[in-house]
């Protein structure tokens, strides 16, 4: 009996060998277990692409796991905080889910893929919770992260590609909608969701014709302006929409080993997540004791003044910056709104909409460190959040 | 005559520790050994040709790293270099590895069980909040909770608000980790036999236990909450053999004005008027001191080196009763190149790591059941090394040694002592498992020396060769070790002190005893406590 | 709506019966309804050949809690009040055991046994006050009165005095194994002893915890053993007979298949005939397995919690054999007299310990352990006149057995308890006209208790206190609105003793709930 080892260092998606022959950084790092690109040519470049064209990013690592069987909606319903049997087929549901004391485990997509067949995807592994939410209940779980890859298509020319690569009908697919598609002599899945804020679309489809799909999107995109993008061009996307990320904004609570350091659904300001009428879901019993007591923590978006991104840095209620009473988990300087953004979380009851904080900001210009103290306003919408991302059918551009 | 400020009993790492500080602190002090090297049971031997054997602590964790800089012991020699892996050999010719990149682990974990390898994040995440627990008490003395003196009622409200501030559920998770077995304890995360024999292993080292018997989860944390630089739950090789560990200590004791005594083996601990004067050595000299620190176990300390009328006799029934079980034995190994294991693919980084053989819970727990039965385990638990992988010194160039600690073997055969010819059935029984996995090991062996619990006791003067002085079993553990309203350092005769690993928090190199001790002898004689804190929170 | 009751009872084991009993007596509207058709639970007395009768599951009173048998002004008649216990050698020369005194040992032993007895009684004496309160919670905003219960037991504790609480402290935690062998010389001493440390566990004597497990014996009756007339029914009918005096109704043959759940609450239950009853609360006397698992279902309450109760550990390892003897058997150098007391097979400490073994590995003992008595000596109601009912308790016998329960095994095994029996008794196969053996597995199909484990749950620290059944659920409230246990499986555990009866129905009337 000879066993392979298993594969030592970093996986290659399937989508390696194109992003190879792009790259001119050499920057990879590691995002479970695969080697993710920080970005390819210029991340300034990159980014742009996602909010003027259009940007690929590989989606591969991101966990895939079908959830099959009689009990898959009543199991999903326990897992998930919101109600799920309101999504019907052919629709995804942005989610989280919480452990028994209503703290947040990670944040995902649910597919609702056909009538009583799911797929939940998400950044961090989940396989030992899933499995142990299914005690006592006949569902399947599968775990298709190695056998699914993923690109997502980001930016105003997405829905034209996706139309010049032949995907018929793909102008109609709403917001949140997901259909499998016609593509060469093989399906593909395609969702409209992504991590950017702005018009664009999820392609999922299995590892051995990932490289036709990447060459029919460039080929099709190239009078689009496509581009491959890396993991820094998509965090400052995401950063401007407003969305949260696993070990920067949040820390998945089953793997938290200090008390007070994970967060619930409402301290992540997903209060609208949270679903009450449903009889039981995980974390319900505390999540409704939280509702009647209050929040410890509160999640925040803050437009701070002046162009210097507030990395790691204290927030303050005063400009004296006597008392701290949080900290920024997400910084940007945003290029299309040109604002200096911030995702951060606060002690309650700080961080209502409107309130004015303020932030220490460090930073560096030739070598020398130097401190100021910017004021900071909590707002409440995402600080980018055009309407051609709703719009069905979308604009050509 | 000269009289001494103190005398420490016993250059093992503890005591070492123990006289450094005291030195340091400006005392007048003297530490003897019997032997004529220092080290006790962290020592490297040159037993065989130019092999150094590290020949009975073997790796390094536990050593508290607030002493390892406190005492500048990189200064004087020491280096622990961490070990990149591990491997459990199966017997259908596969192998279960471990691999220090957490996701190479996760790809390993998975070819067992995708839910064991993500189960592995939550399993390290709850383990982790136990040894953050726990780690914070190492370096303090335990509180006596019948006390109402303010330092004891300071440190039982420190020890409750630091469970309490746990949060509800862990509380109750770690009522629980401090009373179930390794073996439930692991039933909780994984399905996998052979993932759940890997890590069990860590509940029974150095343990007249099994692997089903409760309190071995405890066990099992005694061996994650040590840490290489911060990597906690790593383990390392000590570059040069554990005597390193020893020498720089000693060398830093000297350097604070110590003295220190080989082939000086101490006969008694002598007592005048209900208080020492300072002990008597084989050879028949005294020589006097204020205080006499044992770094011996407590058995050997009271029952071995005191006169029985010295001491009331609840104390020495208690002592009588201490139990320090004879359960691990020892092969040290050179070999004469490294031996191929053909199960691991050729260049496999496993090698450099520890590896075993027994891949069931039920062969972990038979393995228990010999040793009930008053004889070693026909199929051992071998938990083997070879720091030579890494470590140039130990061996001439291309050369390997190799130890293997084993679990278990008894301090005594069905009641009787053991024979010469048994010693060598048990060296056997454990190099032929190893040969099952390495056809060509037997040829490569030099010299083998091995011990039984006899011999570590004989020579490192461990009772029974119980590597942690005494069982940790929850009625010998915090502030119930050694025994209940002596945990404090202070034995029952004015001006003697403990400071062995009999002690909280217990055995393996880590040198907490020797520091405690050190800052309970200080406190008594009203000097500035000079011993370093916990590093906190990490 | 009229026919709603204020608390419906699932089982109308003992504890069931006396949670009921308090709550009718407290006013409350209350149901009882039973699977089978004798109330009791495990704690019954059923007939198991013509003319014989025998307590089916527990058959000796340890600790019924006198708190109960006040509260509800109970009168249970026993034969014998202070059973005497028998260490059998096979050579004849007995340890015999009567309350604190032990002859057939060395003068030694008997001054050590006298210390032993002293201080373990004292320890359970403490214990007991632990068993009749409610744990408190551990939390940071735990209630005024989690925090005083919690400060009295650390009181008590304090008040035993510092050498006394020193030796709790350390003993708790401690195998009987050590202690025996650090106190007693007598093979049988230690062996009895230790038998009685691991009774109704998965645990051998060297198995840490195994002090605790003899202490929670003790902790009822001081110590004494007795022997209900007619058996363990009368306990039952007369907690049954008791909660019907103070208005509940008791309904037997009525499985309950599921406890309805409307809008996230208990609201009732539904049995395996379909029919449906609701309340404002349930009140489960089935283990919490049971109880969570098949009758409230997973997809009702939390991942983390189900997990924590898919993992109680709950296999029972104890078989009750059953002897219709058509006389008593010899038991060389035992006098007729003594027939009336408890006999244990336990010859040492190690002995016990090597039957544990095989239960490690889902075998039965090659060698087993026995609790022996004749109830029928005493209680001539049990057997035709001039014949004999032996109950014995058999250890240790898996619940899972590695090569599957079957009528082959089950009988190989009676007869080599048979045989390890008339090693002590040479004429028992001659006497023996009919048998009956339940093994865990029997256990569990018989009288629905999961793995046929009669403490509804291991004893052990880790599923004790604070923690039993898990945490966050020890104060019978269960994280499901509505929802009680008040069995064995919640606070203080087995035995017939009423504490988690009396204990629930407590807690159930102070939470104060509205109807």
Redo the contacts between chains.
Sequence with gaps: MTIQEVPQGRLRSPFYPRQADLDRLFQWHDWKGYASAEGFYDTTLEYFSVRNSAGVFDLTPMTKYRITGPDALVYINRLVTRDMSKIKPGRVAYAVWCDDEGQVIDDGTIFHLKQGEYRLCSQERHMAWLQMSAIGMDVTIVDETEEVCGLALQGPTSCSILKAMGIEGIETLRPFGMATYAFQDTEIMISRTGFTGDLGYEVWLSNDKALDLWDAMFDAGKIYGIMAMGTEALEQARIEAGFIAAYVDFLPANVTVRTGRSRSPFELGLDWLVDFKKPNFNGRRALAREKRNGSTWQLVKLDIEGNKPAHHSYIYSTSKGKKDVGFITSAAWSPVCKQNVALGTVRSPHGKVGEKLYVEIYYQREMHWSKMMAEATVVDKPFWDPPRKRATPPGPF | MKTYDAIVVGAGHNGLTNAAYLAKSGLDVLCLEKNDYIGGATVSRNLYKDWYYSNCSYVCSLLRPEIFRDLDLARHGLQITPYGGGSVFME????L?S?P?E??H???Y??FS??????Y??Y??DT??QC?FIRDFLLRTPPD??SFKPRDLKELAHLGSKF??????????T???W??SVA?YL???FETDVIKAALSGSGIIGTA?GI????TAYVLLHHYMGDVDGNIGAWGYARGGMGSVAKALSSAFQAYGGELRTDAGVEQIVVKNGKVKGVALTTGEEIDAKIVVSAMDVKRTFLKCMDKSDLDDDFYNRVN?F?IRGSSGKLNIALDGLPTFP?L?KG??LLDGDMHFIDSM?RM??AY?DW?EGTWSKDPYVDMVIPTVSDPTMAPPGKHFMSCFVQYCPAQIEGRDWTDEERDQFGQTVINQIAEYSPDFKDLILHCEVRTPKEIENEAGLTEGNIFHGEL???QLM??RP???YAQYRGPVGGLYMCGSSNHPGGGVMAAPGCNAAREILFDLKRPDITPANFGDD | MSDRYDAIVVGAGHNGLVCASLLAKAGKKVLVLEANSQVGGAAVTRSFAEGYSVSAVAHLLYQLQPQVVKDLALNIETVSNDMGTIALSADGNHVRFNGDEVSGVGHEDVVQFRDFRKRMKRFAKLLKKFLNKTPPRLANDASKSDLFTLAQLGLDIRRLGKVEMQEFLRLIGMNMRDEVVERFDSDLLRGAISLDAVMGTHLGPRSPNTILTYLYRLAGGDGAISQPTGGMSSVAEALAHSARENGATIRTNMKVKRIVIENGRAAGVETEDGERFSSWLVVSNADPKSTIMDLVQARNVETEFTHRIHHLRMRGNAAKLHLALDGLPTIPGVEKREYADRFVIAPDDHYVERAFNNAKYGETSVKPVFEICFPSFRDTSLAPTGKHVMSAIVQYVPFELREGWSNKTRSAFEKLAIETMAEYMPDLADRITASELLTPADIEEQFHIHGGHWHHGELTMDQFLFTRPVGGAAQYAMPLDGLYLCGAGAHPGGGVSGAAGRNAAREILKSGYSL
Excluded: C, W
Excluded at chain 2, 92 to 95: A, L, Q, S, V
Excluded at chain 2, 114 to 119: C, V
Excluded at chain 2, 164 to 173: K, L
Excluded at chain 2, 212 to 215: F, L, N, T, Y
């Design positions: 259908n010719g596969d192998y590895g691999y990149d996701e190479v996760h790809r390993e998975s070819r995708r839910a064991d390898a993500d189960a994040e939550r390290s995440a982790m909040r953050r909770p019948t309490y501030g746990m949060g509800e559920q862990q509380m109750y998770d009522i629980r980790f009373t179930m439930e039933d909780e995360y236990l089903h018997s409760p309190g009763n139990k199960a693919p496999s980084p039920e727990e038979r059941d009930k079993t929850m009625d502030f119930n025994i209940p309203g």
